[in-house]
């Protein structure tokens, strides 16, 4: 069974600096990954997703992230963090058969400090 | 934009009621979840729905059923809610073709069972 893994459960980053949000999966495929955001009291929103292709995929808000199959890695990066960031990240597995269930991390709190 | 709707942002019911969780989307997706969040756990998937009347279980049914009698509406039932069932619950729907499989998450309900 897929499973993913954020080893990270808080993370704190002053306002301006550089993010890294780890992620790792468990898969015998390649699968579907994502990563969602949720602030505080809301749904989740998508951040971005990678499919196939280039391994370094551009999401909104600023993020990126960066598939690396030889580390089963699917880490999310923002050069410059800003107050808004402040939210808990989720990563995200799946296969692309319509039906089948996505799988989530159990989450990366994170909190900016002026 | 895609649009999921839950019918409740927050709910307190008492031990033993029978609660309905509405869920509605308007992007005519097959496939529809409930989640589970809580602390430190993530996201768990309790049941999904994949056409009408179509259901299977999740990670954690226990407790819950699931009815859609519509391919938009998506329900959860808690036959007797318990304290242990006090948390977010968050609805999603996702296409099932191939290509685009990001689910797309409503706001959530937060209920608390006393």
């Known amino acids: 069974a897929q499973s993913v893994t954020q080893p990270d459960i808080h993370i704190t980053v002053s306002e301006g600096a550089s993010l890294e949000l780890r992620c790792n999966y468990s898969?015998?495929?390649?699968?579907?990954l994502f990563w969602y955001v949720q602030s505080p009291g809301q749904g989740l929103q998508l951040l971005l997703k990678?499919?196939?292709?280039?391994?370094l995929v551009q999401g909104i808000k600023g993020f990126e992230a960066e598939f690396k199959r030889s580390q089963s890695s699917f880490n999310l990066r923002k050069p410059s963090v800003h107050w808004s960031d402040a939210a808990e990240y989720f990563c995200?597995?799946?296969?692309?058969?319509?039906?089948?269930?996505?799988?989530f991390g159990t989450g990366t709190r994170l909190t900016i400090i002026p | 934009d895609v649009k999921v709707t839950q019918s409740s942002r927050y709910l307190v019911k008492r031990t033993g009621e029978k609660v309905f969780l509405e869920c509605v989307q308007d992007?005519?997706?097959?496939?529809m979840f409930w989640y589970r969040q809580d602390p430190g756990l993530g996201l768990r998937l309790i049941y999904f729905?994949?056409?009408?009347?179509?259901?299977e279980k999740g990670d954690i049914p226990e407790g819950y059923s699931v009815s859609r009698e519509k391919k938009e509406r998506f329900s959860l039932i808690l036959e007797s809610a318990s304290t242990s069932q006090t948390s977010m619950y968050l609805c999603?729907?996702?296409?099932?073709?191939?290509?685009?499989?990001?689910?797309?998450f409503g706001q959530g309900t937060r209920l608390t069972v006393v």
């Open positions: 995200a597995v799946g296969l692309d058969f319509g039906n089948e269930k996505l799988t």
């Open positions: 990678y499919f196939s292709g280039d391994t």
């Open positions: 999603a729907s996702r296409y099932q073709g191939s290509g685009s499989t990001e689910a797309f």
């Open positions: 992007m005519d997706h097959e496939n």
């Open positions: 729905s994949y056409d009408v009347k179509m259901k």
């Open positions: 898969y015998g495929a390649t699968p579907y």
